[in-house]
T-cell receptor
């Protein structure tokens, strides 16, 4: 069974540009999460989808971040316009609909904003 | 305001000895705790968990202890192996849900041969 995949693995952009990150969860997983780790800090929650609906977006930093999960399959996270403080590693995770089941993480996308 | 704290950024132990990683939490709503292990350029992978109704959970070389009154948990690895060298994250959530995980900053464990 394929794990959670993320694309791209690395992205280097300039301040003010737009970047779109993609996450493909494990097939059949209803729950999809986005997290971010800024260098040296904790992994912080951004938002949670249940199928195509946003269940919790309390961690989204501001309205420059837009997440979508059309059709309840893959998800995208767009940052527009990117700022220097957006640099970090963005992780996607997925889990089944059963409560407390393990969240499986993807390898992350390392975003560098210059 | 960090709700999950791992106060040791790094830990170095000899192969075969015990590794003890510590974690403290402040939010009384947390009742399910997890440890994740992370290698460079990979995502975190689940290692072991414990719910607040228990004070110990064991899986092979890994044991997690929970002290609810102190809001403290620890991960014991015995015996430690060089392949255990990784960043270990403590995480917490509310049981009975698919709520988000709240993570600590991680502890880099180095196991020396």
């Amino acid at each position: 069974e394929a794990g959670v995949t993320q694309f791209p693995s690395h992205s280097v952009i300039e301040k003010g540009q737009t970047v779109t990150l993609r996450c493909d969860p494990i097939s059949g997983h209803d729950n999809l999460y986005w997290y971010r780790r800024v260098m040296g800090k904790e992994i912080k929650f951004l938002l949670h989808f249940v199928k195509e609906s946003k269940q919790d977006e309390s961690g989204m930093p501001n309205n420059r971040f837009l997440a979508e999960r059309t059709g309840g399959t893959y998800s995208t996270l767009k940052v527009q316009p990117a700022e220097l403080e957006d640099s970090g590693v963005y992780f996607c995770a997925s889990s089944t609909g059963i409560f407390d089941n393990e969240q499986f993480f993807g390898p992350g996308t390392r975003l560098t904003v210059l | 305001d960090q709700q999950v704290k791992q106060n040791s950024p790094s830990l170095s132990v000899q192969e075969g000895r015990i590794s003890i990683l510590n974690c403290d939490y402040t939010n009384s709503m947390f009742d399910y705790f997890l440890w994740y292990k992370k290698y460079p350029a990979e995502g975190p992978t689940f290692l072991i968990s414990i719910s607040s109704i228990k004070d110990k959970n064991e899986d092979g070389r890994f044991t997690v202890f929970l002290n609810k009154s102190a809001k403290h948990l620890s991960l014991h690895i015995v015996p430690s192996q060089p392949g255990d060298s990784a960043v270990y994250f403590c995480a917490a959530k509310r049981l009975g849900s698919n709520y988000k995980l709240t993570f600590g900053k991680g502890t880099l464990l180095t196991v020396n041969p």
